[in-house]
C-alpha cells in the first residue's frame, strides 16, 4: 500500500485546531500508524524549516508551491506517474488527521467491495442538515461496519486503476471541492464508505464548544498526553487534582492549553 501524506504550511487558509493538534504531531501519528507501508510525503508551498525536517526524515519527498486544492490535483498526478499495479491501494491523507493503530488494516479491507473508503466518521453527517443521520446502507466487513455515505474530505483510500478511471473528473476537484466531487462520483456508479467507527480525526474545532465536543475521544486522548508532556510540575500537580465529570472529559484539553498559556504570559 502507498501511504501520502500532504502537507503545507501555506498561512492563506486560517483554520481553528484543537488544541496541540500541530502537523508535526499529525505526521508523527501517521508515520507510526503506516510504518509499514510505502511512504510518500508531498510537501506543498512549505517554509524552510519544514522542509528541512522533511528531508531529515530520508522519505520519498516531493515539494513545489501548488496552492489550496491545487495540491491535491498535482499529488494525484505524480501517483499517476508511478505506474503501480492496477490493484494497488493508495491512501490520501491531509496534515490535520490523527489515526488509530491499525488503520491501513481497515482501508485494506474496506477496498474489498468498495471504490473509496475514509476513516473519518464526519460529525457533519449527524448534525440537522442530515436529519441527525444519513440513511444508509450498512456492510460488515471481517474487520469493521461500514456505511456507504454521501461525501467526505480528501482524505481516503481507493486503488490505482480507480485513480486512473475517475482522474477526468477528480482533476475538477478545485471548481467542485470534495462534496460535489463524491456526488458526482456516485452518480458515475462508484460507492465511498466511512468505516463504523472512524479510525482517523479530523483535527478541526469549529463544531466544538464548551457543552459539546465532535473530536473523537481516542484522539482526545493523543492531544491530552501531548499538552501534559509540556506542562510544569507545578500544573501537573494541579491537572492531577481536576474534578472533571467523565462526560465533560474533553475540558481536561481545553484546562491544559489554558494552564500552558498562562505559564507563557507569566514567562514573559
Not at 466487513?141 to 456505511?147: D, E, I, L, M, R
Request: glycine share 4%; with cysteine; proline share 3%.
Amino acid at each position: 500500500m502507498l501511504a501520502t501524506f500532504l502537507i503545507s504550511t501555506n498561512q492563506s487558509r486560517k483554520q481553528v485546531k484543537v488544541p496541540f493538534a500541530t502537523k508535526k504531531l499529525c505526521l508523527h501519528n501517521f508515520l507510526e500508524t503506516f510504518k509499514n507501508e510505502r511512504i510518500f510525503i508531498f510537501a506543498d508551498n512549505c517554509d524552510n524549516e519544514t522542509l528541512d525536517y522533511l528531508l531529515s526524515l530520508d522519505l520519498d519527498i516531493h515539494s513545489g508551491s501548488y496552492g489550496l486544492y491545487y495540491s491535491q490535483v498535482e499529488l494525484y498526478k505524480k501517483i499517476l506517474e508511478m505506474n503501480l499495479d492496477p490493484d494497488e491501494i493508495i491512501y490520501c491523507c491531509e496534515d490535520d488527521y490523527l489515526h488509530k493503530p491499525n488503520s491501513s488494516t481497515i482501508i485494506k479491507d474496506g477496498l474489498n467491495f468498495a471504490d473509496y473508503v475514509t476513516l473519518y466518521d464526519h460529525p457533519d453527517k449527524y448534525m440537522p442538515l442530515y436529519d441527525f443521520g444519513e440513511t444508509v446502507k450498512i456492510r460488515r466487513s471481517f474487520y469493521s461496519h461500514w456505511k456507504n455515505t454521501i461525501s467526505t474530505c480528501m482524505t481516503f483510500g481507493f486503488r490505482y486503476q480507480t485513480l486512473k478511471e475517475d482522474f477526468n473528473m477528480i482533476n475538477n476537484y478545485p471548481n467542485c471541492l470534495d462534496h460535489r466531487l463524491f456526488i458526482n462520483l456516485k452518480q458515475k456508479g462508484r460507492f465511498l464508505y466511512s468505516s463504523i467507527p472512524g479510525y482517523a480525526c479530523q483535527m478541526d474545532n469549529f463544531m466544538n464548544h464548551d457543552l459539546s465536543n465532535m473530536t473523537e475521544k481516542w484522539a482526545i486522548d493523543i492531544l491530552i498526553n501531548e499538552g501534559l508532556s509540556q506542562l510544569s510540575e507545578q500544573k501537573l500537580n494541579e491537572y492531577k487534582e481536576l474534578e472533571i465529570d467523565d462526560t465533560l472529559f474533553y475540558q481536561k484539553l481545553y484546562w491544559i492549553d489554558g494552564a500552558l498559556k498562562s505559564e507563557e504570559v507569566k514567562n514573559e
